[in-house]
């Protein structure tokens, strides 16, 4: 049976305490409501897998940009007016081929390439993926759906503060003629983090 014990008196309620921080932040001149609420907006707004799509679709389309793009990820989607943080100094684009499937990791933490790809969505997280991927990727991979034959070659990519990633996914063939808005209706986050196929 689990013993419920009393919080004890001395201990405020969470809403008092978060009450009590905001109170003091304000009390320096510095504005928490003001600060979430636009955290809140760039996330939902900004930091959208969209943005990588976009990004995908037109290296698809581009040969000239995804030569771009390869070479100086950074300023590739800089240059479609994806904003890309001081920290996140490189970022490098990993072109999945027929005998090669790229998948990325952060086996510290949860980082991603978040203003190109969007936030890391839960499993990614998760301790389970972050140590099996590395070890086991073919049944990591097999487990979220994503069977790839035995001859296609896997490569890990660990992301790290300031080296970030995204993997351009096999075009599907019967997307010839597609515009690039289209194109990039059909790029999801998954296939930028390397754990399905279009
Ligand atoms: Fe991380």
């Not at 590739?76 to 100094?89: F, K, S, W």
């Amino acid at each position: 049976m689990v013993e419920h014990r009393p919080i004890p008196a001395t201990v405020a309620s969470v809403e008092r305490r978060v009450a009590a921080m905001e109170a003091s932040l304000e009390a320096r001149g510095l504005h928490p409501a003001e600060f979430i609420a636009n955290q809140k907006e760039l996330i939902q707004d900004h930091w959208d897998p969209s943005n990588g799509a976009r990004v995908v679709a037109r290296a698809w389309a581009d040969p000239a940009f995804r030569q771009r793009l390869l070479s100086d990820g950074r300023a590739a989607v800089m240059e479609l007016g994806i904003p890309m943080p001081a920290h996140h100094q490189h970022l490098v684009a990993l072109e999945n081929t027929p005998q090669v499937h790229n998948v990325i990791c952060c086996t510290l933490c949860s980082c991603t390439a978040f203003t190109v790809i969007g936030l890391p969505p839960d499993w990614y997280k998760d301790l389970e993926y972050r140590a099996r991927i590395v070890r086991q990727s073919r049944s990591v991979l097999k487990d979220m759906g994503l069977d790839l034959p035995a001859s296609t070659e896997i490569r890990v990519w660990d992301t790290t503060t300031d080296t970030r990633y995204i993997v351009v996914p096999l075009r599907p063939p019967e997307t010839e003629g597609w515009t690039q808005e289209r194109l990039a209706s059909i790029v999801t986050r998954d296939a930028m983090i390397g754990v399905s196929r279009l």
